[in-house]
């Protein structure tokens, strides 16, 4: 994986910067290619360097990537507590850049502890943070969320999700973005599937998957054939 091979040439270089650096990128890889061991140990690297050298911002980013891991743990009370912290922290320096991230993942852990008038305005200010900030990288992801989030609800809004997970798809395909297109397909797939609509499901699913042809250890494309194979 390139971003391995990034990590080794930062610590031969042993300048702590771009050592700390690659360590949050190669964290934020492994979240989203679901190796949560790897993401822990980077994440939790990057935090003991930047208090080792004193780089607050470093160190800080480091705190959300580690809450965003606690989310996918399902520790969601600690995960609120430790993004919330990283985040006024980071807020402090006058930072913008991957708030709209960070922002998804804390809407989950209040929706998993069935917080939803905080997990709403925290979706609510991922969207706004994408549109002012321009940082759109993550945009697709946002709306999926918002969509698993309205599933998750007591009132179970399958039509909100739904055109939550449309939306999602539409920014996925306009920046080209296939692994944030496949987790849309994914769950817009799922609400079919449970809707009983298994043929449309398939029909979306399966051209997504199809046009990978690498990764395919990775938690998303596992877990894409998996579904596919149900529908099947």
Not at 1 to 21: P, Q, S, V, W, Y
Request: charged share 20%.
């Amino acid at each position: 994986m390139a971003a391995n091979l990034a990590l080794r040439d930062a610590r031969e270089i042993g300048h702590a910067a771009t050592l700390m650096f690659a360590l949050h990128f190669t964290s934020v890889i492994h979240i989203q290619c679901g190796n949560y061991a790897a993401a822990t140990a980077d994440a939790d690297e990057l935090v003991a360097l930047a208090d080792e050298k004193i780089a607050l911002s470093w160190k800080h980013v480091g705190m959300m990537n580690q809450g965003c891991l606690l989310v996918l743990k399902e520790k969601a009370f600690d995960a609120i507590q430790v993004i919330n912290s990283g985040m006024a922290a980071w807020r402090s320096t006058a930072s913008t850049i991957w708030i709209p991230w960070h922002l998804t993942y804390l809407g989950i852990a209040y929706a998993q502890l069935h917080r939803f008038d905080d997990a709403w305005p925290s979706i609510g200010e991922a969207v706004t943070a994408v549109e002012t900030t321009k940082e759109a990288w993550s945009e697709a992801e946002v709306h999926r969320v918002a969509g698993e989030i309205a599933l998750m609800s007591s009132e179970l809004d399958a039509t909100k999700a739904e055109a939550h997970f449309e939306r999602a798809l539409s920014v996925a395909r306009a920046q080209q973005a296939k692994s944030w297109e496949l987790r849309a397909a994914m769950s817009l797939a799922r609400l079919w599937r449970d809707q009983g609509k298994m043929q449309q499901a398939r029909e979306l699913l399966a051209p997504v998957y199809g046009w990978f042809t690498e990764g395919f250890d990775t938690r998303d494309l596992k877990e894409a054939k998996a579904l596919l194979e149900e529908l099947a």
